[in-house]
């Protein structure tokens, strides 16, 4: 069974940074890529971040880097210069099944984890 967990999320001090991580289990992590995205309440999820099999990494902006350390099933989102526009639900997700897809697009996913809460500085 699939499974994405995420974990790392909190409250922001000004400037501040946090390093989100995500746990893969059911598939090895190594022959995926894996993204991040952004939810707010009532809106679509909006991309963040994606880094291929291989380990080369897309980002918006400049404050996100994305990592992967598959022996231990691992993708990581590091988060810095937090401003109040960070707050949403921060989501891992794959695609496991084969054929193109727009990395940037949450469509074209088939598994995401359950989010964690970030919460820029006020």
């Known amino acids: 069974q699939v499974q994405l967990v995420e974990s790392g999320g909190g409250l922001v001090q000004p400037g501040g940074s946090l390093r989100l991580s995500c746990v893969a289990s059911g598939f090895s992590l190594d022959f995926f890529a894996m993204s991040w995205f952004r939810q707010a309440p009532g809106k679509e999820r909006e991309f963040v971040a994606h880094?291929?099999?291989?380990g080369v990494p897309e980002v918006v902006g400049g404050r996100f880097t994305i990592s992967r350390e598959n022996a231990k099933n691992m993708v990581y989102l590091r988060m810095k210069d937090l401003t109040p526009e960070a707050t949403d639900v921060y989501c891992c997700?794959?695609?496991?099944?084969?054929?193109?897809?727009?990395?940037?697009?949450?469509?074209?996913?088939?598994?995401w984890g359950q989010g964690t809460q970030v919460t820029g500085p006020s």
């Open positions: 880094i291929t099999s291989g």
């Open positions: 997700t794959c695609r496991l099944r084969s054929g193109g897809y727009r990395f940037t697009d949450h469509f074209g996913y088939d598994y």
